[in-house]
């Protein structure tokens, strides 16, 4: 893991940057919520935001209720889709550790292949 000091003048040219190649996810208001959605118009983007209603962990990257496998028939079944590369932008440093508490569930001794192929395409941006 690397720490760069970023501009505040620089951020919509880097997430513009960054949108070039991934999905950028990052906090919006939401009435008078937070949550991480898709950044379209980077003014738009919360960092001064305090929780979400839903940590971008666990809605990005360790989805409970994620569909494994569907079935037609008797013994037809389909592949999950391909995972996107995308990045989690402004996450508080308090969902960086839980991640990396998730990373020890899902990634260590019983590793979850779905789990680590949405790990390895996500790009954490922390505060």
């Known amino acids: 893991m690397e720490a760069f ?28 919520e937070y949550i991480f959605a898709p950044i379209d118009d980077v003014n738009k983007l919360r960092l001064d935001y305090d929780t979400t209603i839903l940590p971008p962990a666990k809605k990005f990257i360790h989805m409970p209720g994620e569909v494994l496998f ?24 308090c969902d ?5 508490s998730l990373d020890k569930v899902f990634l260590e001794t019983y590793p979850d292949s779905d789990y680590k192929a949405r790990r390895e395409n996500t790009a954490i941006v922390a505060l």
């Open 96 to 100: 960086v550790n839980g991640l990396l």
């Open 70 to 93: 569907e079935f037609e028939g008797v013994v037809e079944g389909k592949a999950p889709e391909k995972v996107e590369k995308r990045v989690l932008f402004g996450v508080h440093a």
């Open 5 to 32: 000091v970023l501009p505040k003048a620089e951020l919509g040219n880097f997430v513009a940057e960054l949108k070039k190649d991934n999905e950028v996810l990052g906090p919006v208001a939401k009435g008078e």
